[in-house]
Nanobody, 115 residues
Framework: QVRLVESGGGLVQPGGSLRLSCAAS????????MGWYRQAPGKEREFVAS???????NYADSVKGRFTISKDNAKNTVYLQMNSLKSEDTAVYYC?????????WGKGTLVTVSS
């Protein structure tokens, strides 16, 4: 079993920054995939950013140039640095991991961008 715990959400003004963290714990040999998704009120969950290999990343067009995904393999933690935040970035942000062929989600952390 794998547990994903997100942190770092909160209220931020437009143009501000936040850094989200997702820590994976449990018993596993390796994590095949880790990524960030978000779900805004009244909308479906959407992809934000992920690693497509150990050193290659993928971003949604809406966040390219503003968000950066990074990771610390030793800590089994993935981060999402979010800069130049906009009101439309308001959402619950979820971490997703694929481990040994199984799909796991965290419970999410709320990001609210508002003045």
């Amino acid at each position: 079993q794998v547990r994903l715990v997100e942190s770092g959400g909160g209220l931020v003004q437009p143009g501000g920054s936040l850094r989200l963290s997702c820590a994976a714990s449990g018993t596993f040999f390796s994590i095949n995939y880790m990524g960030w998704y978000r779900q805004a009120p009244g909308k479906e969950r959407e992809f934000v950013a992920s690693f497509i290999s150990d050193n290659n990343t993928n971003y949604a067009d809406s966040v390219k140039g503003r968000f950066t995904i990074s990771k610390d393999n030793a800590k089994n933690t993935v981060y999402l640095q979010m800069n130049s935040l906009k009101s439309e970035d308001t959402a619950v942000y979820y971490c997703r991991a694929l481990v040994h062929g199984n799909n796991y989600w965290g419970k999410g952390t709320l990001v609210t961008v508002s003045s």
